[in-house]
C-alpha cells in the first residue's frame, strides 16, 4: 500500500490591484479598447476634415475664411415669424449657410439671401445636406414681399447681442455683410467674404463641394 504523502501547497501572488480594488492589467487593457472603440468611430470625421484642411492640392485656396478655432453653436433662444420658441443648438445635424440682417432686410440683405438660395439649389442632389438659415437680429417685421422666397428656408429671431458673441464678421464689416457656414457638428467653421457677386458665388459652391465631398463617408440628409 502507498504509503500517504503531506499534502504540498502552492502560493501565487495576488494580481496587483488598482486604487478601485480591480486587477490593474484589466483596468489598463479596458481603458485601451475604449480608447480604440472611440477612436473607430471618430475616424470618418477626423479623416474628411484632414482631407480638407490639410491634403489639398497644391495651390489650392479657400474662398471662405476657416474659423480657427471653431465656435460651436450657443443655446441661443430662437423664435420663429408665428412665434414657436426654441434653441439655436437645435439646428445641429445639417450644414447650416446662415445670413444675419434685421427684419427690413436691406439690399446687402436680399442679395444674401439670394446667393444662399442660388448656392444651395447649385449643390443637386446633394442640396440636402445644406440649410439656408437667416437669423434676424431685431424685432422688424419681414416684408411680405420676401416670404415666398423663404418657404425652404428656415428663419429666427435672435437676441442681436448675444449673436454678435458668436458670430464675427471680417474688420470694418457687419454681421450682415457675410455669409456663415456650419458644419453639422454645430460649429461655426468658415465666413464667406462680403459684398458676394457672381464670381464669388461660383468660389462659395467650389468649397462647399470639397466641404461635402470630404464629409461625405459620414454625414448625410437630415436631422
Known amino acids: 500500500m502507498a504509503q500517504d504523502q503531506p499534502l504540498g501547497l502552492t502560493v501565487h501572488a495576488m494580481p496587483a490591484l488598482d486604487s478601485s480594488g480591480m486587477p490593474a492589467a484589466n483596468t489598463r487593457s479596458g481603458r485601451w479598447k475604449m480608447i480604440l472603440v472611440l477612436l473607430v468611430c471618430a475616424s470618418p470625421v477626423v479623416a474628411s476634415y484632414f482631407t480638407y484642411y490639410v491634403v489639398r492640392p497644391e495651390g489650392r485656396r479657400n474662398f471662405g475664411e476657416l474659423i480657427n478655432p471653431q465656435r460651436p453653436l450657443p443655446a441661443l433662444a430662437t423664435q420663429t415669424l408665428d412665434g414657436k420658441t426654441g434653441k439655436l443648438t437645435a439646428l445641429k445635424g445639417q450644414w447650416l449657410l446662415l445670413s444675419v440682417a434685421g427684419g427690413a432686410c ?22 440636402e445636406r445644406l440649410d439656408r438659415v437667416w437669423l434676424v437680429d431685431d424685432d422688424l417685421p419681414v416684408r411680405p414681399a420676401l416670404l415666398p422666397a423663404l418657404a425652404a428656408a428656415t428663419v429666427l429671431r ?62 448625410k440628409e437630415g436631422r
Not at 181 to 207: H, S
Request: charged letters at 30%.
Open 158 to 219: 435672435v437676441p442681436p447681442g448675444d449673436l454678435a458673441q458668436w458670430l464675427e464678421p471680417a474688420p470694418g464689416k457687419r454681421l450682415q455683410d457675410h455669409l456663415y457656414l456650419v458644419d453639422p457638428l454645430g460649429n461655426l467653421m468658415m465666413r464667406f467674404p462680403a459684398d458676394m457677386d457672381a464670381e464669388g458665388g461660383a468660389k462659395a459652391k467650389r468649397d462647399l463641394d470639397r466641404l461635402l465631398r470630404a464629409s461625405g463617408s459620414w454625414d
Open 106 to 127: 436691406d439690399t446687402r440683405c436680399e442679395q444674401n439671401l439670394y446667393f444662399q438660395r442660388q448656392l444651395r439649389e447649385s449643390l443637386g442632389r446633394e442640396k
